[in-house]
């Protein structure tokens, strides 16, 4: 970032409004008086609710340790488990209630309740011990969308394990970077995993990460796809072998405030991927507290958060958050477009799912495909829809509060990072008033600010740098094993502030607006401009259904703009509709953010968990050799954009 002053110039007005509807409101959840409480005495109000939402063996009697800044810590004297908060805590009122709806891709359904969970998950945590894993022992999971997954997460926390997560769609090298960095000894995978129709060959992948991994005794695998697969004999183990003469009950570890729970691995923008760890009780009260004010969680929600376990939103929204909660949740195993394109609306009117919560690159899919898929199904049971990830480009979110919320319900857009642990701002739906594209509010007990290139506020209705002003009960501890880079990344661009590394502006009433990562920002004749309004503009355009902007070296203008555009139902364009969004772009925004060059394109690059990313298409626009495309889902759209953008610059317009 530049040492020079300015801020983020945001252009971009949005002035639709939706008040919370009354009856909503009536019977939230979660009140305006939260806030009050929660500003009076921030710490005193986590402490209160650490105590009240969660068990202990010892009530924790302190918030926040700060004697060593940035390495704080939360609630120090308390003691408890997670997985026993998770499950054992509900057996006797709510035993028998789902815990998971699971669906498999090839149609198998599944109901497991909040017995069964209990008794898998002591079942193989019994296993772990059997083959001698315990209280700090690190363990790997690589594993699809399964029940599995789940289990594996819980018997781990329940003997005091920590877990890393490594998304199944990571190839053998990812995996095996994972497991050296965190210094795995066990490995919890699958001989496979469906995903479209295809399966995922997770033990192979496995296989080939282990071949370097020599301190991994143990390599527990489920069996899901029947796959022909490798045997290394004494260390794999087949994971209904390993459950199947085990007791019923486990013994949980008791477990301090501040023990690791998890390490999940997050990419940087430069270097090696980060292990963001998480410890358990300030976590544990951070997911559960927000779960239930931003989803408005009540007995008979059927919840939906339809991340994979292997992201971080998985870990908090489908594991820790809901189960704290004693909540009843879907899990869906595949995609979103098997056998057809409105797989999910089935499952939403199958259960009557009616909290449903995603990210923005799955709903401008649905943007792109159509409305005729969700008109299929009766989505009436949905009254809260919720959003992750990206920020939301204000077309979407209209789109999915009209298409899916049948023009009634609150949309929460909640942001948070890995390395929050927990949502941080967002709408309380039944609170606040929301505005399409605006995460709006810091959630009570959060204290953030939007500050320029010296760490001063910037005034309303300008852009600058997010910040955190004050730590939180699910944030991060520090980098596995770095505290250094620890400290650089987050701690050390301001004094006592916590840098996010995105881009915000507020506006006149306060309400916070996402501008992107910090590294995607663009200069043009000066000006820096954030990609997600220009972005949004294209999206606002009747034909588009996704947009990326990025900027290019420009001999005149520093930097210029260069956007990629994917059109609804995969329809082709032609000069004539390039001329027309440039010009739909300077109409809504002005003049000086119309794009330079449009590439029209069938997909966007993307991160596997549905991130745009704006760095290839950087690389692509200045005719570079392209940067790290490890965690690129899509790679064959790189190769097709390039081809068009080459055709695009020697043609660009004025
Ligand atoms: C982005 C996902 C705008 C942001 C939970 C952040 C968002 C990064 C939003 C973290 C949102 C997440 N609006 N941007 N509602 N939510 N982001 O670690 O850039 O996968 O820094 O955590 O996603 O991504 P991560």
């Known amino acids: 970032m530049s040492s020079d002053g300015p801020t983020i110039r945001s252009l971009e007005s949005e002035d639709r409004r939706f008040p919370p509807p009354d009856d909503f409101a009536a019977s939230a959840v979660a009140t305006a008086e939260l806030y009050d409480r929660a500003a009076a005495d921030p710490e005193a109000f986590w402490l209160e609710q650490a105590r009240e939402i969660l068990d202990w063996y010892t009530p924790p009697t302190v918030a926040c340790d700060a004697a060593n800044p940035p390495f704080f810590k939360w609630f120090t004297d308390g003691v408890l488990n997670a997985s026993v908060n998770c499950l054992d805590r509900h057996l006797a009122a709510r035993g028998d209630r789902v815990a998971f709806h699971w669906e498999g891709e090839p149609g198998e359904r599944l109901d497991i309740t909040y017995r069964d969970l209990h008794e898998r998950v002591c079942r193989l945590a019994n296993g772990l011990r059997a083959r001698g894993i315990g209280k700090g022992d690190r363990v790997a999971i690589y594993l699809g969308m399964v029940p599995e997954a789940v289990v594996a997460i819980l018997a781990c926390a329940r003997i005091g394990a920590p877990h890393t997560v490594v998304f199944g769609g990571f190839s053998p090298d990812s995996l095996r970077d994972r497991i050296i960095d965190c210094g795995c000894t066990a490995l919890i995978t699958a001989d496979g995993s469906w995903r479209a129709g295809k399966v995922i060959p997770l033990k192979r992948n496995a296989d080939a990460a282990l071949e370097s991994c020599p301190d991994v005794h143990t390599s527990v695998v489920v069996r899901r796809t029947e796959s022909e697969i490798a045997w290394s004999e004494g260390r794999d183990v087949w994971y209904h072998e390993l459950v199947a003469d085990q007791p019923a009950e486990c013994d949980p570890e008791r477990m301090a405030a501040e023990d690791p729970l998890y390490i999940l691995y997050t990419s940087g923008s430069t270097g090696k991927p980060k292990g963001i760890l998480h410890t358990t009780g300030g976590y544990l009260t951070g997911v559960a507290a927000t779960h239930r004010w931003c989803f408005d969680l009540k007995d008979d929600d059927v919840y939906w958060c339809a991340a994979d376990v292997g992201w971080v939103t998985g870990h908090s929204y489908i594991v820790y958050g809901p189960l704290a909660n004693g909540a009843t949740s879907v899990l869906y195993e595949g995609a979103p477009s098997t056998p057809d394109k409105d797989r999910w609306w089935s499952i939403v009117a199958r259960y009557g799912v009616t909290i449903l919560y995603c990210a923005p690159t799955a709903i401008r899919s649905?943007?792109?495909?159509?409305?005729?898929?969700?008109?299929?199904?009766?989505?009436?049971?949905?009254?809260?829809?919720?959003?992750?990830?990206?920020?939301?480009?204000?077309?979407?979110?209209i789109w999915y509060r009209t298409h899916i919320g049948g023009e009634r319900v609150p949309v929460v857009d909640t942001w948070w990072q890995t390395e929050t642990g927990q949502i941080m701002i967002s709408p309380l739906p039944g609170v606040t008033t929301l505005k399409p594209g605006s995460a709006t509010r810091p959630l009570p007990g959060i204290t953030a600010d939007v500050v320029d290139a010296r760490g001063e506020s910037v005034p309303l209705g300008q852009g600058g740098y997010l910040v955190l002003r004050r730590p939180w009960p699910a944030m991060l501890r520090t980098l596995y094993g770095d505290d250094e880079r620890y400290v650089d990344t987050y701690w050390s661009t301001y004094e006592g502030m916590y840098l996010a590394g995105d881009g915000a502006r507020r506006d006149d009433d306060g309400d916070y607006w996402l501008l992107g990562r910090i590294d995607d920002v663009m200069n043009v004749s000066g000006h820096r401009l954030s990609t997600i309004e220009i972005e949004s503009a294209l999206v606002d355009h009747p034909l588009v259904a996704e947009a990326a902007?990025?900027?290019?070296?420009?001999?005149?203008?520093?930097?210029?703009?260069?956007?990629?555009?994917?059109?609804?139902?995969?329809?082709t364009g032609d000069e004539s509709i390039i001329a027309e969004l440039r010009q739909h772009v300077a109409t809504k925004i002005g003049a000086i953010a119309r794009p330079k060059s449009i590439v029209l394109t069938d997909d966007l690059p993307k991160t596997r968990s549905g991130k745009i990313m704006r760095r290839l298409l950087r690389d692509i626009s200045e005719n570079r050799q392209l940067g790290d495309v490890t965690t690129l889902a899509n790679e064959e759209v790189v190769q097709e954009i390039a081809g068009m953008a080459e055709s695009a610059r020697s043609s660009e317009g004025s």
Not at 368 to 382: F, V
Not at 385 to 395: A, K, M
Not at 551 to 563: F, K, N, S
């Open 549 to 571: 902007v990025v900027g290019r070296a420009d001999a005149t203008t520093g930097q210029a703009i260069a956007a990629f555009v994917t059109l609804k139902g995969h329809a």
């Open 366 to 397: 649905f943007m792109k495909w159509g409305t005729e898929y969700p008109e299929r199904h009766d989505l009436s049971s949905i009254r809260l829809l919720g959003t992750v990830g990206e920020p939301i480009n204000p077309e979407a979110w």
